[in-house]
């Protein structure tokens, strides 16, 4: 019926007045309000107390929460016993320290959903992590899901006061449906006020391809919401006396949260969580405190549940289908904290680069070895332990744990992935080499991790006589080939061309002169140049000037005292002599060596045939002050695009056409993953970075970006924040004591607008090498001259990683795709191998839906900037 207002009578509008004003707010207000109360134990792991402790109280806890469990099962539903387990590395511990038929029984309770567990091994700041170190961190979990029929639906990232975006699709693409987040006001740099009214309180957190989870994250507020929005919500006092009163006062609270009366409710629901009790504790044993809390608390204005947290999301999904939905940055805040120890996370980065080429070899040799990863599974699960667990975001090492023995088990975690990804790569070299026919002279392989045909440099470690010619066996034509040495070692340098997509090209060294060649760079005093670029070397390792010759300008500008390479010297030429090393027709170096801000040596090399500059920056002395290397562009008005996590952002804010939360965030230091593009209309450049985790634009400060700064400042290292409360440093002091830094940079200007599957595949080149190998083969299991696994017919879309299934390559090949992308995209991917059925798995390899095959290929559909995981099972020999 429609109402005209200029018919009504005046008691017709008293009649409707009373409807709208009276009974309707009633018949709101009588709905019962449905309230979800869990229990978590919150994990500080080697903060609160050591591994041993840890390990030691998640296991107990658990026996004690399944005999709670068992003492309830007749309860009603909503007063039953239920535990919500802070990381799967809690599962993983009970499985190792209990009976088979215990964890059994474990696993019956997660199935039953009294026990839940997040994917995340540990709570984690992600912000510092490497995009393939998240996923792998959630393999114990994907693991049991296959095992036990299993599915996780939750990820968490609690306490930190930040989120990053991209963090959103790699949680979906892993299963995760549901996640919370309560943050800690202790040792942030962010006021209270700024974290008080956040424009969503439940909402879609999505990445850039619209998959995400439904995320509670409540305001925070000590004075009108605590302890709701924090880590520990249920928990009203940290020394608690009277639980009773205690979780009476949480609910009475979460209750007047959900409100559906004001017009301006900051939560208009009728369903709310109060979640996580454990707060700093080691071990906490309050679930009856729980059930009698839920059946003292239940009325029939309210039900009140002992909940797993996944029960609150279905709930609140089916009734509220339709939250808003926000894809933005929140920034780093204890995501910076591993900067404090930058060589060790560096190493961690760098095992994750090289990881691409170890699993993609191993992929090969398992094809003609099905048994070839069976002697490395005990290091790889070890492997996947540290992912999980290296970047705890208990970094701030100010605890009952000293900083000593939290920097010690740091680097224990470390030494578990570099170990296992080095011992990978060497096997699967060598085992590769035996599969391939040996020449009769000195043969190797060259071999591309990458999904495209690449022109790049080749080192062989050679101990052979010289000089010598290398022989491209598929043209058998000469390459150019120079002696070089490395780290006190010989290698044969060569420019290896047209090496295929994930294969390999062979090439037979024979004695003799090789042709002669003119200098890859001419040196001239301070400058270096071939025919793409000419530098200006400075003797402190600072780049004052580069000139793109293909685009007639000059790069460098001068910018805030700063050049490129810039780590902050007062007198550029301040150092040893510039020296020249392995000059060659394939490539020159330059050296530097200066003393001041501190110890360092930098080399700087230009290649005959690749518009790349390769920078090497070595520091060999210990610092404790925050240190960046600045590269300061010429470029009016840029705008910054950078990999974050499984995403490529614009470095501004929302309302400014970026992906930077528009409040509640901080801004000053962003995630470095593989690169970062500076680009104006129709030219631009591509800084590939390696070992920093993080970088700030221009002057940008914790509540400003500097948007349009054209000057990049790479985090070296340091202690970047202070505590509020008692101006006491976070992180590790002092680097830990260590004295020898490593990191790689490198420079390529475009010609054009910024596209992110060329600046990825750059920084990929730069962060992945050709792999060479000796051939000492007998039979031709391969191919004797060259090979390739794959190829994907569309440019914008790259294969991530390659490996072998975790269980095994009889299981199928796992790889992962992604589309660079704005556009949804169908790509084919050929395989010379023959495909017996595929799926389209989750990343952690949980199979979502069968792939219908081509002929040796699969086809698929990508949306925007989407990575996708694929298993393909290969038919037997």
């Not at 920034?331 to 910076?336: F, K, S, T, V």
């Not at 569309?794 to 990683?801: E, F, K, T």
Request: aromatic letters at 12%; one cysteine or more; hydrophobic letters at 35%.
């Amino acid at each position: 019926m429609t109402i005209n207002k200029t018919t009504l009578t005046m008691s017709s509008k008293l009649i409707l007045y009373f409807l709208l004003v009276i009974i309707l707010p009633n018949a709101l207000f009588s709905q019962q309000k449905r309230l979800y109360i869990a229990n978590d134990d919150h994990t500080d792991y080697m903060w609160t107390a050591n591994e041993a402790k840890y390990d030691s109280a998640f296991v107990k806890m658990l026996d004690y929460s399944l005999t709670q469990i068992d003492s309830t099962k007749n309860f009603p539903s909503n007063f039953q016993a239920r535990f919500n387990c802070d990381g799967s590395l809690w599962l993983k511990k009970y499985q190792k320290y209990r009976s088979d038929k215990q964890f059994n029984k474990l696993i019956q309770a997660i199935k039953s959903g009294h026990i839940s567990s997040p994917l995340n091994m540990l709570v984690n700041c992600y912000g510092a992590q490497p995009t393939e170190a998240v996923i792998r961190g959630m393999y114990y979990a994907g693991q049991l899901e296959r095992q036990y029929n299993l599915r996780f639906t939750m990820a968490g990232a609690m306490e930190n006061n930040t989120l990053p975006l991209g963090l959103a699709s790699l949680w979906a693409g892993s299963g995760a449906k549901y996640s919370w987040k309560g943050i800690g006001g202790y040792g942030s740099q962010m006021s209270l006020e700024s974290r008080e009214k956040r424009a969503h309180q439940m909402y879609r957190y999505n990445g850039l391809d619209g998959t995400g989870v439904l995320m509670k994250w409540y305001n925070y507020n000590e004075k009108t919401t605590a302890p709701l929005g924090g880590y520990a919500e249920c928990r009203l006092n940290v020394k608690y006396k009277n639980l009773g009163d205690d979780f009476k006062h949480v609910i009475n609270v979460l209750e007047k949260h959900c409100d559906t009366i004001s017009p301006q409710s900051a939560y208009p629901y009728t369903i709310g969580g109060a979640f996580g009790f454990g707060h700093d504790d080691l071990d906490t044993y309050v679930l009856p405190a729980y059930i009698n809390a839920a059946k003292n608390g239940s009325n029939k204005e309210r039900s009140v549940r002992v909940s797993n947290e996944e029960d609150f999301f279905i709930d609140f999904e089916k009734h509220y289908p339709n939250v808003p939905a926000q894809a933005v940055s929140f920034g780093n805040e204890w995501d910076l904290l591993p900067a404090s120890m930058n060589e060790i996370t560096a190493r961690m980065r760098r095992a994750t680069e090289k990881m691409r080429s170890a699993e993609a070899l191993a992929t090969l040799v398992s094809l003609k070895d099905k048994n070839f990863m069976e002697a490395t599974q005990n290091a790889r699960d070890k492997a996947w332990e540290s992912y999980g667990m290296y970047w705890e975001h208990n970094w701030t090492a100010d605890g009952p744990v000293s900083r000593k023995a939290r920097a010690d088990w740091q680097i224990k975690t470390q030494e578990s992935l570099t170990a296992y990804i080095d011992t990978l790569l060497n096997l699967s070299i060598k085992k590769m080499g035996s599969h391939i026919k040996v020449d009769v002279d000195p043969s190797f392989f060259v071999f591309n991790p990458l999904s495209w045909i690449r022109n790049d440099i080749a080192d062989l470690e050679y101990k052979g006589a010289y000089p010598v010619k290398v022989i491209d066996k598929v043209s058998d034509k000469e390459v150019n080939s120079q002696l070089i040495t490395k780290n006190g070692k010989r290698f044969l340098r060569i420019f290896a061309q047209n090496i295929p997509s994930l294969g390999y090209k062979v090439f037979v060294i024979k004695k003799g002169f090789s042709k002669v060649k003119s200098m890859a760079a001419a040196v001239e005093n301070e400058y270096i140049s071939n025919k793409f670029y000419k530098l200006r070397f400075s003797k402190s390792g600072v780049i004052t000037e580069i000139t793109d010759k293909l685009g007639n300008r000059q790069l460098i500008k001068h910018t805030d005292g700063k050049y490129a390479n810039d780590l902050g010297t007062n007198d550029v030429n301040d150092g040893d002599k510039i020296t020249v090393e392995n000059p060659g027709p394939i490539s020159v170096t330059l050296s530097a060596v200066s003393s001041k801000p501190v110890l360092h040596t930098t080399r700087i090399t230009l290649y005959a045939e690749s518009p790349r500059i390769d920078i090497e920056n070595n520091i060999q002395e210990n610092f404790g002050d925050v240190k960046t290397w600045a590269f300061s562009f010429n470029l009016n008005n840029p705008t910054t695009r950078h990999e974050e996590l499984g995403a490529v952002l614009i470095d501004k804010l929302e309302k400014n056409g970026g992906h930077y939360a528009n409040s509640i965030a901080r801004y000053d230091w962003q995630t470095f993953n593989h690169f970062a593009n500076l680009s104006e209309n129709n030219y631009g450049i591509t800084l590939s970075n390696l070992d920093c985790s993080f970088f700030k634009l221009g002057q940008s400060t914790i509540n400003f970006l500097s948007e349009a700064s054209a000057q990049i400042n790479a985090l070296a290292g340091g202690n970047t924040d202070k505590k509020v409360e008692d101006g006491g440093v976070v992180g590790i002091l002092n680097q830990n004591g260590q004295k020898d830094f490593l990191y790689h940079f490198a420079i390529s200007s475009q010609q054009g607008n910024f596209d992110a599957a060329k600046s990825m595949k750059f920084a990929l080149e730069h962060q992945n090498p050709l792999v060479t190998g000796t051939i000492t083969g007998v039979n031709d299991d391969f191919h004797s001259k060259s090979f390739s696994l794959l190829n994907v017919n569309n440019p914008n879309v790259l294969l991530w990683s390659i490996k072998p299934s975790e269980e095994g390559i009889e299981n199928g090949i796992i790889t992962r795709f992604w589309n660079f992308s704005g556009k949804e995209v169908t790509p084919e991917v050929h395989f010379s191998t023959s495909l017996r059925s595929a799926f389209q798995t989750s990343h952690i390899e949980t199979n979502e839906k069968e792939i219908k095959l081509g002929k040796n290929s699969i086809q698929f559909k990508l949306k925007p900037f989407q990575m996708a995981t694929f298993r393909e099972l290969i038919t037997k020999n």
